[in-house]
C-alpha cells in the first residue's frame, strides 16, 4: 500500500510520517519511507545521521530512466523519458518484497528503526533561481509508476507542504492520503483544498488531527471537516523528545497516540487496491504533461509511449522483460 502525509508548513507531517513508518516497520513488512519534501527532515527524526543518508533520487534521475525504461520499445532513450512516463512491456518493475534491483541498492538504507528510506534531496547552490523543485520529486512519481506493491508493503511519502504535491501526478500515485491538521483556520484551509482537488480525481483523504490539547480543538476539526476526521494526535512529550534528538522509543508514547497510529494502519489496509483506477491516472497524466510541456521538451510525441496491452498491477512482472514492436 502507497500512503502520502500532506498538510499545510509545520503541521507535523513529517513528523508523523516518520512515527508512522516506524510503527508500521513493527508489525514486520517491508517498509520505505520517502523524503519528497522540499524540507529534508524525514531521515533526521528516523534517526538518519547527515553523513549517513542515502544518495538523492532526484541528483540521479537519468541513472534511474535508464534502468527503469528496460527494453521497452516505445521508449526511445532514457532522455525521452519525463516524470510521467508509465512502464509498458519491457519496462523494469520494482518489487519491495525483492528490492535487490539497482533503485533500492543504490537509493535506500535501512534505518535504525526498522523502515527504509529514500530521499528526493534538498536543493543545492546549482539548483537556485534555475531549477523547480519538482524536478527532484519527479523521481517519485517514476518510482511509483514502476513499482509493484503487495499486501502487507507499504510505501510512506512526506509529501511538500500545502497543496504543491497537484502540480503533478504524484498526488493519483496513492491508495490513501492522510492529510495533517492541525486545529486552526490555516490548517483546515488547506483541507478543503486538497479535498477539492483530490475529489476530481477520486482521490481518497482522511484527516488525522495533530496538536490537539483537548475536547475544543477536536470539536473544532469535527466542525470544519467532518467525517473525513479519522483520528486525531495530543500534545506529547515523547515527540518532543524525538524531535530534538532525544532517545525515543514508540513505547514511549502515550497511549492515545500509539492508538491513532494503530488506527492509520487499519485504515489504509481498508482501503482496496485499485490498480485498474492506478493505471488509468497514469497515462491520463502522461498525456497531459506531452500536450503541456513535455512533447516541446523532448521534441518527441509522448503520446506514444504509452503502451495500450500493458496491465498494470502484479500482472505485469511476468512481462516485464518482454519485448513487444509498437
Not at 509545520?10 to 510520517?17: A, H, I, V
Not at 496538536?211 to 500534545?235: C, I, N, P, S
Request: aromatic share 8%; with cysteine; net charge negative.
Amino acid at each position: 500500500m502507497r500512503v502520502a502525509f500532506v498538510g499545510k508548513g509545520g503541521s507535523g507531517k513529517t513528523t508523523l510520517s516518520a512515527l508512522f513508518s516506524r510503527f508500521v516497520a513493527g508489525h514486520g513488512g517491508p517498509v520505505v519511507a520517502i523524503d519528497a519534501d522540499i524540507n529534508q527532515h524525514l531521515g533526521m527524526i528516523l534517526g538518519v545521521e547527515e553523513p549517513e543518508m542515502p544518495r538523492p533520487l532526484g541528483t540521479h534521475l537519468a541513472e534511474i530512466k535508464s534502468y527503469l525504461r528496460g527494453d521497452n520499445p516505445r521508449i526511445a532513450s532514457a532522455e525521452a523519458m519525463v516524470k510521467t512516463t508509465p512502464p509498458g512491456r519491457g519496462s523494469r518493475l520494482l518489487r519491495l518484497d525483492l528490492p535487490t534491483d539497482p533503485i533500492h541498492e543504490r537509493f535506500a538504507i535501512t534505518t535504525p528503526q526498522g523502515p527504509g528510506l529514500m530521499v528526493t534531496g534538498p536543493f543545492d547552490e546549482s539548483d537556485l533561481g534555475v531549477a523547480c523543485y519538482h524536478s527532484k520529486v519527479g523521481a517519485v512519481e517514476l518510482y511509483l509508476n514502476h513499482l509493484v506493491d503487495g499486501a502487507g508493503e507499504y510505501v510512506v511519502v512526506d509529501m511538500t507542504a500545502g497543496a504543491d504535491s497537484f502540480a503533478s501526478g504524484l498526488f493519483t500515485r496513492f491508495d490513501l492520503t492522510f492529510l495533517v491538521a492541525e486545529p486552526s483556520r490555516q490548517g483546515v484551509s488547506v483541507y478543503r483544498q486538497y479535498r477539492d482537488y483530490a475529489a476530481e480525481f477520486d482521490v481518497p483523504i482522511a484527516v488525522v488531527g495533530n496538536k490537539v490539547h483537548g475536547e475544543d480543538d477536536v470539536a473544532f476539526l469535527r466542525a470544519h471537516v467532518g467525517d473525513d476526521l479519522l483520528t486525531w494526535f495530543g500534545h506529547s512529550r515523547a515527540v518532543r523528545a524525538l524531535e530534538q534528538g532525544r532517545p525515543f522509543a514508540l513505547g514511549d508514547l502515550e497511549r492515545p497516540n500509539l492508538d491513532a497510529l494503530a488506527v492509520l494502519l487499519r485504515h489504509l489496509d481498508g482501503q482496496p487496491k485499485d490498480w485498474a483506477r492506478f493505471g488509468r491516472q497514469a497515462v491520463e497524466f502522461h498525456l497531459r504533461n506531452a500536450a503541456a510541456w513535455a512533447n516541446r521538451a523532448t521534441g518527441q510525441d509522448l503520446a506514444t509511449q504509452v503502451d495500450p496491452d500493458f496491465t498494470f498491477g502484479p500482472a505485469a512482472l511476468g512481462l516485464q522483460h518482454a519485448s513487444v514492436a509498437p
